[in-house]
T-cell receptor, first 114, second 114 residues
C-alpha cells in the first residue's frame, strides 16, 4: 500500500533560519503529493502540491519539488517567521482507479522562536 | 470560500454512549472523509464516502460507522464509545478525486470519552 515517511519533530528554529522538512513516499504509479499545514487550534489547510515528477509546488515562501528518482517531496523555506509555527503534514494521493484517499505522514511540529 | 463545518469543537461523552459527529460542507463536493488525529500517529482514515449513500472503510474502521444521506452531510457514529476513542476527529471534503483537487478540512472535534 501507499505510505509517507516524514522527519520526526519537533523542530525548533530561530527566526530567519532555513527550514527543511524531509518527506519520502512509497506508492505505485504516479501519485500526487501535498503538504498540509495545521496552525494551533485549527484544521488542516493545503500549503502546496505537485501532481507529476519534477513539478515544484510553492506558496507563502515554501517550496517542494516532486522527485520521482528519490521518491521524495521535501519542504523548504529560506527564512522562517514566528507565524510559521505549526504542524506540517506530507501527504499523497494514489494514481490508480478508485484512489480516493489521502495518505498522511505523522506530522512535524515546527516552532520558530524570535 | 469552501466551508467544512463540524458540529462541535469539544465533546465529553461517557463510556458506552452512542456518539454522533456531524460534518457539513457547502460546496457540493463528491468526496467526504473522516480522520482521527493522535499524537505520534498523524492522521488515520476511518471512513470515506465518494457519493451519497456510498461509503468505504479506511484504515481503522473498527468501532465506527458512517452515514451519508445527503451530499452535504457526512456523519461519524461511535456505536458504543470507549476510552480508546478519545481523540481529535477531522472531517474533510473534496470535489472529485480524479482531478486531484484540494481537500478542505473542518476545524476538528476533540472528543473525550470518560
Amino acid at each position: 500500500g501507499n505510505s509517507v515517511t516524514q522527519m520526526e519533530g519537533p523542530v525548533t528554529l530561530s527566526e530567519e533560519a532555513f527550514l527543511t522538512i524531509n518527506c519520502t513516499y512509497t506508492a505505485t504509479g504516479y501519485p500526487s503529493l501535498f503538504w498540509y499545514v495545521q496552525y494551533p487550534g485549527e484544521g488542516l489547510q493545503l500549503l502546496l502540491k505537485a501532481t507529476k515528477a519534477d513539478d515544484k509546488g510553492s506558496n507563502k515562501g515554501f517550496e517542494a519539488t516532486y522527485r520521482k528518482e528519490t521518491t521524495s517531496f521535501h519542504l523548504e523555506k529560506g527564512s522562517v517567521q514566528v507565524s510559521d509555527s505549526a504542524v506540517y503534514f506530507c501527504a499523497l494521493k494514489g494514481s490508480g482507479a478508485g484512489s480516493y484517499q489521502l495518505t498522511f505522514g505523522k506530522g512535524t511540529k515546527l516552532s520558530v522562536i524570535p | 470560500d469552501v466551508k467544512v463545518t463540524q458540529s462541535s469543537r469539544y465533546l465529553v461523552k461517557r463510556t458506552g454512549e452512542k456518539v454522533f459527529l456531524e460534518c457539513v460542507q457547502d460546496m457540493d463536493h463528491e468526496n467526504m472523509f473522516w480522520y482521527r488525529q493522535d499524537p505520534g500517529l498523524g492522521l488515520r482514515l476511518i471512513y470515506f464516502s465518494y457519493d451519497v449513500k456510498m461509503k468505504e472503510k479506511g484504515d481503522i474502521p473498527e468501532g465506527y460507522s458512517v452515514s451519508r444521506e445527503k451530499k452535504e452531510r457526512f456523519s461519524l457514529i461511535l456505536e458504543s464509545a470507549s476510552t480508546n476513542q478519545t481523540s481529535m476527529y477531522l472531517c474533510a471534503s473534496r470535489w472529485d478525486a480524479a482531478y486531484n483537487t484540494e481537500a478542505f478540512f473542518g476545524q476538528g472535534t476533540r472528543l473525550t470519552v470518560v
